[in-house]
């Protein structure tokens, strides 16, 4: 089941959800509204999964950055959410979707216990200028069926995300943990 947005409220006033900041004025009728942060990373380059991707960071300032197609950015939600009772699903919104705009790649799953800001794999249709804390999409929260465990206690590799993180699948092909 979904969370609607009082019961997102709600949960947020018992402690069984965490969003810094929280802004009451920010829940929708199933979702919570999150925001861009204040940073982007620019893959340089051709990618390769065994090893380190090379960035360019882009600060956002208050004039915004134009984004172009054919360049995958990354970036972060500017709110950080945690619950060890509810899964979370980070989705765009209408608004980003028509600007041509894909926020999420992949990854929409936030796990139990999972405190992070969200890392964003970002594309465009078309060059498009955004800005530092611009609304970017949407968070829902979710009932779990069985038995929770918690992201953080299975110690895996983004468990100690601060910000925007780039692909470790290369530590996984060199023989870490998963």
């Given at each position: 089941?979904?969370?609607?947005?009082?019961?997102?409220?709600?949960?947020?006033?018992?402690?069984?959800?965490?969003?810094?900041?929280?802004?009451?004025?920010?829940?929708?009728?199933?979702?919570?509204?999150?925001?861009?942060?204040?940073?982007?990373?620019?893959?340089?380059?051709?990618?390769d999964?065994?090893?380190?991707?090379?960035?360019?960071?882009?600060p956002?300032?208050?004039?915004?950055?134009?984004?172009?197609?054919?360049?995958?950015?990354?970036g972060?939600?500017?709110?950080?959410?945690?619950?060890e009772?509810y899964?979370?699903?980070?989705?765009?919104?209408?608004?980003?979707?028509?600007?041509?705009?894909?926020?999420?790649?992949?990854?929409?799953?936030?796990?139990?216990?999972?405190?992070i800001?969200?890392?964003?794999?970002?594309?465009?249709?078309?060059?498009?200028?955004?800005?530092?804390?611009?609304t970017?999409?949407?968070?829902?929260?979710l009932?779990?069926?069985g038995?929770?465990?918690?992201?953080?206690?299975h110690?895996?590799?983004?468990?100690?995300?601060?910000?925007?993180?780039?692909?470790?699948?290369?530590?996984?092909?060199?023989?870490?943990?998963?």
């Amino acid at each position: 089941m979904i969370l609607t947005g009082a019961a997102i409220a709600a949960a947020h006033t018992a402690g069984e959800i965490t969003i810094e900041p929280f802004d009451p004025t920010r829940l929708s009728p199933n979702a919570y509204d999150w925001r861009l942060g204040e940073l982007l990373l620019a893959c340089d380059g051709a990618l390769d999964a065994a090893r380190p991707t090379g960035v360019t960071e882009i600060p956002l300032g208050a004039t915004g950055f134009v984004l172009r197609p054919g360049v995958l950015y990354l970036g972060d939600t500017y709110e950080k959410t945690r619950s060890e009772r509810y899964a979370q699903l980070l989705n765009g919104n209408r608004s980003i979707g028509t600007l041509g705009i894909w926020v999420h790649v992949s990854a929409p799953l936030g796990h139990q216990g999972h405190a992070i800001r969200w890392t964003l794999e970002i594309r465009v249709a078309r060059p498009v200028r955004v800005y530092p804390r611009m609304t970017f999409g949407k968070l829902a929260f979710l009932h779990t069926l069985g038995a929770a465990a918690s992201y953080q206690q299975h110690g895996l590799k983004y468990a100690a995300s601060r910000g925007v993180e780039t692909s470790r699948l290369y530590e996984e092909l060199r023989g870490g943990r998963s």
